[in-house]
């Protein structure tokens, strides 16, 4: 399920995205070599050499053993729960939006380092002048570098433009650098420079428009293929549509975040293509887990042909739980890591990725097996009142 994500991002991303992907898939099948063949040869000598193979500790070994969660009478309380917060996101779509990078508008975008620090109210206002217009302007790492994004002179396609925007840009932040630094200094881009323009980006409109087309094709087409997938796989369209609500839901409390919390929060919460990268990634890593929750399911009502549904779920869940949890708790641990020390151009798509993890894990649990339950108990009324 992941490498179909990992297909999608590689065939509708650009650039970074692009290689993302590939990393994504080419870990994956290294993963799969190592966790069947490496961990096989492993085990084997350690049982050849006669070594105590224990698989847990005197505090994890018996966790989630016995559990007896009815998973299913708390569904209606998920669904309030998650409709509340998605409803709230809505709301915030229309009052607040998103915050889209000049990926997705069109424009030029500059990072800048001082000599000292800064304030970006102060920047804002000395280009605005000789940008006609107030720039985007947020500090970017430290508080001596800002992010200034414009779309000064964006429409203009002379070869003229992009010098014309820098000297707009040098003679605004002219007054906040060394008086020894030259417009050609300033505007040179080079690895361990000491101040000036660090890096500059530029997007035309067009090519923007046609970025939001392909992000939106990406998200759909790995809903889609999703979809199909565990509806083959399952034998059951209930399922595909158990898991694909799943990840709508969660699709949907990842942008409500980004909405909500953008300029609130100490780092860029931009909409970018790295954002449509982690939402596709989180939409394979939370199918990961509902396929572990429908396969136990599958099996069970192979076992148990008399049981009903609903005991056969709970019993699903209960006995893959603990497998769910460790999964999403050492990921967490490593997305921590990265948010923390990764520095500033990652903490936006790491922040996106722990709220995926949190709340896939949840909708695994709480909307994707709940729905295609709904969904199987209603059809199947249906059909015995319409045989009656």
């Given at each position: 399920t992941?490498i179909?994500?990992g297909?999608?991002?590689f065939?509708?991303?650009?650039?970074?995205v692009q290689g993302?992907?590939?990393?994504l898939?080419?870990g994956?099948?290294l993963s799969?070599?190592?966790?069947i063949?490496?961990?096989?040869?492993?085990f084997?000598?350690?049982?050849?050499?006669?070594?105590n193979?224990?698989?847990?500790n005197k505090?994890?070994?018996?966790?989630?053993?016995n559990?007896?969660i009815?998973f299913?009478k708390?569904?209606?309380i998920?669904?309030?729960?998650?409709?509340?917060?998605?409803?709230?996101?809505?709301i915030?779509?229309?009052?607040?939006g998103?915050?889209p990078?000049?990926?997705?508008?069109?424009?030029?975008?500059?990072?800048v380092?001082f000599?000292?620090?800064?304030?970006?109210?102060?920047?804002?206002?000395?280009?605005?002048?000789?940008?006609?217009?107030?720039?985007?302007?947020k500090?970017f790492g430290?508080?001596?570098?800002v992010?200034?994004?414009?779309?000064?002179?964006?429409?203009?396609?002379s070869?003229q433009?992009?010098?014309?925007?820098?000297?707009?840009?040098?003679?605004?932040?002219?007054?906040?650098l060394?008086d020894?630094?030259?417009?050609?200094?300033f505007?040179q881009?080079?690895?361990?420079?000491?101040?000036?323009?660090?890096?500059?980006?530029?997007?035309?409109?067009?090519?923007?428009?046609d970025?939001?087309?392909?992000?939106?094709?990406?998200?759909?087409f790995?809903?889609?293929?999703?979809?199909?997938?565990?509806?083959?796989r399952?034998?059951?369209?209930?399922?595909?549509l158990?898991?694909?609500?799943?990840?709508?839901?969660?699709?949907?409390?990842v942008?409500?975040?980004f909405?909500?919390?953008y300029?609130?929060?100490p780092?860029?919460?931009?909409?970018?293509?790295?954002?449509?990268?982690?939402?596709?990634?989180i939409?394979?890593?939370?199918?990961m887990?509902?396929?572990?929750?429908f396969?136990r399911?599958r099996?069970y009502?192979?076992?148990?042909p008399?049981?009903?549904?609903?005991?056969i779920?709970?019993?699903?869940?209960?006995?893959?739980i603990?497998?769910t949890?460790?999964?999403s708790g050492?990921?967490?641990?490593?997305?921590?890591?990265?948010?923390?020390?990764g520095?500033?151009?990652?903490?936006g798509?790491?922040?996106?990725l722990?709220?995926?993890?949190?709340?896939?894990t949840?909708?695994?649990?709480?909307i994707?097996?709940?729905?295609?339950?709904?969904f199987?108990?209603?059809?199947?009324?249906?059909?015995?009142?319409?045989?009656?």
């Open positions: 992941t179909l994500t297909v999608v991002l065939l509708f991303g650009s650039g970074p993302f992907a590939v990393t898939i080419i994956l099948l799969l070599f190592t966790s063949f490496i961990a096989r040869l492993v084997e000598w350690m049982l050849d050499k006669d070594f193979i224990t698989l847990g505090f994890t070994i018996n966790a989630f053993q559990l007896n009815d299913m708390l569904r209606k998920s669904y309030i729960l998650s409709g509340s917060i998605i409803a709230i996101g809505i915030s779509l229309f009052i607040r998103l915050d990078s000049v990926e997705f508008t069109g424009g030029r975008t500059y990072i380092r000599e000292k620090p800064v304030i970006t109210e102060d920047i804002r206002a000395s280009l605005t002048s000789p940008m006609q217009s107030a720039p985007e302007v500090t430290a508080e001596n570098q992010k200034i994004t414009t779309k000064y002179l964006i429409e203009d396609k070869q433009a992009d010098s014309l925007v820098e000297i707009a840009l040098y003679s605004g932040l002219k007054k906040y060394p020894s630094i030259s417009f050609e200094t505007s881009q080079q690895e361990n420079k000491q101040y000036g323009v660090m890096s500059a980006q530029k997007v035309d409109p067009t090519m923007s428009k970025l939001v087309y392909q992000a939106f094709l990406a998200v759909l790995g809903l889609i293929i999703i979809f199909i997938y565990i509806a083959i399952f034998k059951n369209w209930k399922f595909g158990g898991g694909v609500a799943a990840l709508f839901h969660d699709t949907m409390i942008i409500t975040a909405s909500l919390f300029k609130i929060l780092f860029s919460l931009e909409v970018d293509q790295q954002f449509i990268a982690a939402l596709l990634t939409i394979g890593y939370s199918i887990d509902t396929v572990i929750i396969d399911l099996e009502r192979q076992l148990y008399k049981r009903d549904l609903a005991t779920i709970n019993q699903a869940i209960n006995s893959t603990g497998r949890i460790n999964t050492i990921t967490i641990v490593v997305l921590i890591i990265i948010f923390i020390f520095g500033e151009i990652l903490r798509f790491i922040f996106a722990l709220i995926g993890v949190v709340v896939g949840y909708s695994s649990v709480f994707a097996t709940p729905i295609a339950y709904d199987i108990r209603i059809l199947s009324r249906k059909k015995e009142l319409s045989s009656k």
